[in-house]
DNA sequence: GTCGATTTGTTCGTATGTATC
DNA sequence: TGATACATACGAACAAATCGA
């Protein structure tokens, strides 16, 4: 299992900087239309060349977090996007936005139930090692999402799921049942049970976040 | 309304770059680990900066779509990632690709309208001004989308529709009853009414998508 | 294990086009 | 109209990492 936390050894300018911007973007409080200060500007700033700060405005400006005139300047734009890439979500993140991303993976999880208590694929028993709730809760959702047609619903999940997990997020989430009742529940095709099981998943999420 | 997929008049060297790369990985049909040829060889092909170059290596590896090592090259990573943005999109996208991320989007608009009935937000009789299905359907999430609390779902749909309906996939769906319908439906919370509706969606796409 | 070639990482200087006042 | 500010783009140079002989 390799850790999808490392992106790697040596950290690159361009990252650093994208971070840095998000950051400064974060803290300041900037909404959208704020201009910032030009390349040339950041450069000195940061104490790196314009072409690194280039690189990371480009990277955010894909993303819809700033947009860039030529002649005009640099101007913040969603200050909050949609699945911001792990490596540049800065060290903090609030409750309430942890919550909405929770919210989206979940839905893309009890999908993949669905889907698969549907598709009937005479699923053999599942053996989950992960002793962590969460852990082994994802574990499982791979195993199921990975055998469905549509892999966007598996994908959604783990670009968001680590975050949340690095983050810390769910381990303030108290669960009143086990793993194994879940996949029981999954093996009897009780969708009821498992729907019970899921919205209480949410409510922990909702009195979490307050 | 602004027209959204119209994202600049002037299109910048780094989206040519990261367009040409992207196709070009498309139609060699490059698969995960393939290496790239280098920096300098690929701003000769394309005849441009090796700088423009970088900033699109930049996106695309951002995206998951790329990885670089220094002294080692550039490789393939993932040839398909999971919501490239809009500008990146080549002209052509196979149905199947486009069915996946129609189900996806269709998957928030459901939850968007179930979270909307359970909130009961004593909606006004709802005006619909386009005339188009599809037009229609997707201001008609907006409206409520926008009175959720959690506006990822929102956020998704509005990042996957536009490139559905740009790439035509829409137009394909054959349905067999009106937006009225739909909304008639929502007013009288018949939640079972919404589900078959929905589901016929669903079923439209994929017989569309072979 | 060393050396040299290859390749990305990073910086700097310069020229150009565009926007703003 | 003109001047200034700013992003766009290119190219050269060197550092650092990788890889193979």
Same mark, same amino acid.
């Given at each position: =299992?390799?850790?999808?936390?490392?992106?790697?050894?040596?950290?690159? =300018?361009?990252?650093?900087?994208?971070?840095?911007?998000?950051?400064? @973007?974060?803290?300041?409080?900037?909404?959208?239309?704020?201009?910032?200060?030009p390349?040339?500007?950041?450069?000195?700033?940061?104490g790196?060349?314009?072409?690194?700060?280039? #690189?990371a405005i480009?990277?955010?400006? =894909?993303?819809?977090?700033?947009?860039?005139?030529?002649?005009?300047?640099?101007?913040?734009?969603q200050?909050?996007?949609?699945?911001?890439p792990?490596? @540049?979500?800065?060290?903090?993140?609030?409750?309430?936005?942890?919550?909405?991303?929770? #919210?989206m993976?979940?839905?893309?999880? #009890?999908? !993949? !139930?669905?889907?698969?208590?549907?598709l009937?694929?005479?699923?053999?028993?599942?053996?989950?090692?992960?002793?962590?709730?969460w852990?082994?809760f994802?574990?499982? !959702?791979?195993?199921?999402?990975?055998?469905?047609?549509?892999?966007?619903?598996?994908?959604?999940?783990?670009?968001?799921?680590? =975050?949340?997990?690095k983050?810390?997020?769910?381990?303030?989430?108290?669960?009143?049942?086990?793993?194994?009742?879940?996949?029981?529940?999954?093996?009897?095709?009780?969708?009821?049970?498992?729907?019970?099981?899921?919205?209480?998943?949410?409510?922990?999420?909702?009195?979490?976040?307050?």
């Amino acid at each position: =299992m390799e850790n999808i936390y490392q992106i790697r050894s040596v950290p690159r =300018m361009f990252e650093e900087v994208t971070r840095a911007i998000v950051n400064y @973007i974060q803290t300041e409080n900037l909404k959208k239309g704020v201009k910032l200060p030009p390349e040339r500007k950041l450069s000195e700033l940061l104490g790196v060349s314009r072409s690194s700060v280039r #690189e990371a405005i480009r990277i955010l400006e =894909m993303l819809g977090y700033l947009e860039s005139k030529q002649g005009g300047g640099t101007f913040v734009s969603q200050p909050e996007p949609f699945l911001i890439p792990v490596q @540049i979500v800065s060290q903090y993140m609030d409750k309430q936005t942890l919550k909405k991303y929770f #919210e989206m993976a979940l839905l893309n999880a #009890e999908k !993949i !139930i669905s889907l698969s208590i549907e598709l009937d694929h005479a699923e053999p028993i599942l053996q989950i090692r992960n002793t962590d709730f969460w852990e082994g809760f994802s574990e499982w !959702i791979n195993v199921l999402g990975s055998q469905l047609e549509n892999d966007y619903y598996l994908k959604l999940w783990n670009s968001i799921f680590p =975050m949340l997990a690095k983050q810390g997020f769910l381990d303030e989430l108290n669960i009143g049942w086990t793993l194994q009742d879940l996949l029981i529940a999954f093996q009897n095709k009780n969708k009821k049970q498992l729907d019970t099981f899921l919205s209480q998943l949410i409510k922990g999420a909702a009195s979490s976040a307050d």
